[in-house]
């Protein structure tokens, strides 16, 4: 196992969030080759009001932050810990914090994360739950 596991999840957590942002401002249009990469053939979701998201949703969902075009779309990143690690996965958890049209919300998420040498930093998003959070 390598032995910066989780130092590239969390680079993947807050690249991928970067991307997140610079689409959803209308500045980056949605690659999709990358997070193809970036989320396994097996990816789910559970949003924070509980629905569950196939990868094929969630790549649809992304790509519709491109269409967005909310120039004070933001999205901050916190808390960023391992939770549990083993052989070629380590599990991490944050808080994500986002302002989108004006409204204030926050989440904290727990990512399970696999070794993968094509994902972007050979780390590949498995499994996402998230749970809301107060707004601070």
Do not use: C, K, N
């Amino acid at each position: 196992m390598s032995a910066d596991l989780f130092e590239r999840a969390r680079a993947e957590v807050i690249d991928r969030h970067a991307d997140f942002v610079a689409m959803g401002r209308g500045t980056a249009a949605f690659d999709r080759a990358l997070f193809e990469r970036a989320f396994d053939e097996g990816f789910g979701l559970v949003s924070p009001d509980g629905s569950v998201m196939a990868r094929a949703e969630i790549l649809a969902h992304v790509e519709g932050l491109a269409r967005l075009g909310d120039p004070a779309f933001e999205i901050g990143i916190s808390d960023v810990v391992e939770v549990w690690r083993d052989e070629g996965a380590v599990l991490v958890s944050y808080v994500e914090s986002q302002m989108r049209g004006g409204r204030a919300s926050r989440r904290r998420s727990t990512a399970l994360f696999v070794e993968d040498d094509a994902a972007p930093h050979r780390v590949a998003w498995r499994h996402l739950h998230e749970t809301w959070m107060p707004v601070a």
